[in-house]
């Protein structure tokens, strides 16, 4: 009797030691993809040489890189758009230069931001909100209807950059989703 307790608890034992070893992998995978998803920070890259953009007049770049969705990953695509202003001309050195960048998704629902240089705004067709070059919400007076943009466009970290090989300055972003429909700039999780 004992011994044949003894034996049903091995083979339980062996039973369970290797449905462990069986799901092992599969739990791994799962984990790798929830952790990698979970860790997404911010995509940091050169988006154009300092004397190639015109001075107060911006200009808008893609940002190209990996996306991952879920198990699926997506080499070197398009996953979001920035205008870059460069406001400071010749005159500053290079290193001194300011330039500034704002991700051309719109903070009221998402939409993508065009700029129209007529009116020297930058302006959302989805729901016809506005800012003006320094990215500030347009006043509902001086727009002549309701802005629904709950705030400015919002800012991306940006830095000049020397290239050691070429010794030209470029502009390096550092693009970041942020939540729609906020009265202040969240990064998204
Ligand atoms: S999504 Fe831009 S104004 Fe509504």
Not at 29 to 48: C, D, E, P, S, Y
Not at 138 to 156: C, F, I, Q, T, Y
Request: glycine share 6%; with cysteine; charged share 25%.
């Amino acid at each position: 009797m004992q011994r044949r307790t003894a034996l049903k608890w091995i083979v339980r034992t062996l039973a369970s030691f290797c449905a462990a070893i069986v799901a092992l992998p599969g739990v791994c995978f799962v984990a790798a993809a929830l952790r990698k998803n979970k860790g997404r920070g911010a995509t940091i890259q050169r988006v154009a040489k300092l004397g190639d953009l015109p001075v107060g007049q911006p200009v808008e770049f893609p940002i190209i890189a990996e996306r991952r969705d879920a198990w699926a990953l997506y080499p070197q695509e398009a996953i979001g758009r920035v205008w870059v202003v460069r406001r400071s001309d010749d005159s500053v050195e290079a290193a001194a230069s300011q330039v500034d960048a704002y991700t051309s998704v719109c903070p009221h629902l998402g939409c993508a931001i065009s700029h129209d240089s007529s009116a020297e705004q930058f302006t959302c067709p989805c729901h016809q909100a506005a800012w003006n070059v320094t990215g500030e919400r347009v006043a509902d007076a001086e727009l002549g209807h309701k802005n629904v943009s709950p705030r400015s466009m919002d800012m991306l970290q940006s830095k000049l950059v020397l290239d050691s090989q070429t010794d030209e300055w470029w502009v390096e972003v550092s693009y970041e989703k942020f939540e729609y429909g906020l009265t202040q700039k969240k990064t998204k999780a």
